[in-house]
C-alpha cells in the first residue's frame, strides 16, 4: 500500500513541477538525456576497446 502512495505523490509533484516550471522541467529532461547519451557513448568505448 505505501508503493502505491509513492508513486502517487512522485506523479503529482512531477506534474506539479512541469505545470509550474515547464522550462525548468525540459531543462531537466535534456540534461538527463544528455547525461545518458554520454554514458552510451562511454560504455561503447569501453566495450570498442576491449581486445
Known amino acids: 500500500m505505501n508503493k502505491k502512495w509513492i508513486k502517487v505523490t512522485g506523479l503529482a509533484f512531477a506534474a506539479w513541477y512541469i505545470i509550474t516550471r515547464p522550462h525548468g522541467a525540459a531543462d531537466l529532461v535534456s540534461n538527463a538525456m544528455g547525461g545518458l547519451g554520454h ?13
Not at 554514458?39 to 576491449?50: G, L
Open 39 to 51: 554514458a552510451a557513448e562511454s560504455m561503447s568505448t569501453f566495450v570498442s576497446a576491449i581486445p
